[in-house]
């Protein structure tokens, strides 16, 4: 069974660096086969797409995020991580890792972790 | 690509049926047959619930089904059960990944 879990700071200080890693377990980030992704929810808004990483190191972010956000996996841990740089409030938010499928499906998202919550005070 | 509309809440008793839409454009919904829902309970991890518009992931109940017409795509629940009472959001790809704002269902 899949399973994914995220780690990482619970606070952030604005204009820092957000850093979370998703930890796989129960198959492989080298598969060929899926993406592994990031998606966010702030508090009492929707879902929001961050980004996603294919094994190769090929990566995919959302344009509205694009030159703050860091997709990268160690497919020796089977971990991949996220970065988000120059953090503010407006980051705030439970931070979800996923996996999708690839071509259409790379925006599937069938697995996801249950989500780690990160504070930026303003 | 913009976030894809959906009404913020909607609701029905046990055994109705209810139906939450999902507007994006003719970039997204209208052109493409990649529209995923997702089911969200509080607290807990989002769970796909379809994809390609009306396909069923394993072990997803029949009483959940997907359509589309245009630019919108539609979730139908049949058979409302309480367990039902969650977050949807519906997602579209294009080459990246948008969600909607989120529908609150709520089985009265």
């Not at chain 1, 660096?17 to 592994?36: E, F, R």
């Not at chain 2, 454009?25 to 529209?35: E, L, N, P, Q």
């Amino acid at each position: 069974q899949l399973q994914l879990q995220e780690s990482g700071p619970g606070l952030v200080k604005p204009s820092e660096t957000l850093s979370l890693t998703c930890t796989v377990s129960g198959g492989s980030i080298g598969s060929s086969t899926y993406y592994w992704g990031w998606i966010r929810q702030p508090p009492g808004k929707g879902l929001e797409w961050l980004g996603s990483i294919y094994y190769s190191g090929s990566t995919n972010n959302n344009p509205s995020l694009n030159s703050r956000v860091t997709v990268s996996a160690d497919t020796s841990k089977n971990e991949f991580s996220l970065r988000l740089s120059s953090v503010t409030a407006a980051d705030t938010a439970v931070y979800y890792c996923a996996r999708s499928g690839l071509g259409a499906a790379a925006g599937v998202f069938f697995y996801w972790g249950q989500g780690t919550l990160v504070t930026v005070p303003s | 690509q913009s976030a894809l509309t959906q009404p913020p809440s909607a609701s029905g008793s046990p055994g109705q049926s209810v139906t939450i839409s999902c507007t994006g454009t003719s970039s997204d919904v209208g052109t493409y047959k990649y529209v995923s829902w997702y089911q969200h309970h509080p607290g807990k991890a989002p769970k796909l619930m379809i994809y390609e518009v009306s396909k069923r992931p394993s072990g997803v109940p029949d009483r959940f089904s997907g359509s589309k017409s245009g630019n919108t795509a539609s979730l139908t629940v049949s058979g409302l059960q309480p367990e039902d009472e969650a977050d949807y959001y519906c997602s579209s790809y294009a080459g990246t990944t948008v969600f909607g704002g989120g529908t609150k269902l709520t089985v009265l």
